[in-house]
């Protein structure tokens, strides 16, 4: 069994490490011989209209300052192209996920974008344009990035079909409301017991929700050697903490997308904790 990876060398804009990064990492799960590639169709950017402010979107579009790089990257027509691919992805990563149970989408950048800007890094929340696009859906998003999903909070405050259950170790304003869950670990400082306990309190609120999709965000920036960690985890508990995910939502019997979300080290590095998550990901789903 391979993968369905979607990604599209449109993802990669030149000049911006955090997405150069994603060719590096396409190759690499290619080369692996754990994926199949999936390019997905061209972005309808209409799809945003209500999710974010209209005035947010224009800019964005258009590259009207100041509005337009408030994620911290600066706009250029690459960055905006990238973030529509990437949103794309999403969705057909999503449909992909619902007719064959497990998709990734090789995307980062979404989680603490809200309505009217976007933030660290996130220009738009493609977590929640899934939930927008498929109001009937119940989306569970399970973000083990090493900053709180607070965007995604914030659009679960909105959409009545959204769910974010948020582990990390910088909160980044991640602080939980009816739909929202908090959980603060660091692995060096808290220890795996905290670790584990964190883990089954999400699997409790996932069997609880029921949701038609689970969106994981399979944060590389909380490992050891990233620069913005303060979680800690070692390669190896990484790949623990991804296993853990995997097997809840399989055991769930919920369809499944995952993104690989931050990653601050050298490119070559983040590919292969990417690459390890992807192999998890296989080691779990492709058992009968
Ligand atoms: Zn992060």
């Not at 337009?68 to 057909?92: C, E, F, K």
């Not at 007719?99 to 800007?117: D, K, Q, T």
């Not at 920036?221 to 809840?248: C, I, N, Q, W, Y």
């Amino acid at each position: 069994m391979k993968l369905a990876v979607f990604y599209d060398h449109a993802y990669a804009a030149p000049g911006v490490p955090s997405l150069a990064r994603l060719a590096v990492a396409a190759r690499t799960l290619h080369d692996a011989g754990v994926a199949d590639l999936h390019k997905p169709p061209a972005f309808d950017m209409h799809l945003l209209r209500g999710l974010h402010t209209d005035a947010y979107l224009d800019a964005f579009d258009a590259g009207l300052e100041p509005l337009a790089s408030t994620q911290g990257i600066r706009w250029n027509p690459g960055v905006r192209d990238a973030t529509y691919a990437m949103l794309a992805g999403q969705l057909a990563a999503a449909q992909h996920a619902w007719s064959h149970g497990l998709a990734m989408n090789l995307a980062r950048g979404f989680h603490h974008a809200v309505p009217e800007r976007g933030s660290g890094f996130c220009a738009l929340n493609g977590l929640a344009l899934i939930a927008h696009v498929w109001p009937s859906m119940k989306v569970f998003v399970i973000d083990c990035d090493e900053h709180g999903g607070n965007g995604t909070e914030e659009f679960a405050a909105r959409l009545p079909n959204l769910y974010n259950a948020s582990m990390f170790g910088t909160r980044f304003g991640c602080l939980g409301n009816e739909r929202s869950w908090p959980y603060e670990v660091r692995l060096a400082r808290d220890g795996r017991r905290a670790h584990l306990r964190a883990l089954a309190a999400i699997e409790q609120r996932l069997v609880r929700t029921a949701p038609d999709l689970v969106v994981y965000q399979a944060g590389a920036d909380s490992h050891e050697g990233d620069p913005k960690s303060r979680s800690g985890f070692s390669t190896r508990a990484l790949a623990e903490r991804d296993l853990a995910v995997f097997r809840m939502v399989r055991t769930a019997g919920i369809p499944m997308l995952f993104v690989v979300a931050g990653g601050y080290q050298r490119a070559a590095d983040i590919a292969r904790i990417n690459l390890t998550t992807a192999r998890c990901a296989l080691r779990v789903f492709s058992r009968a």
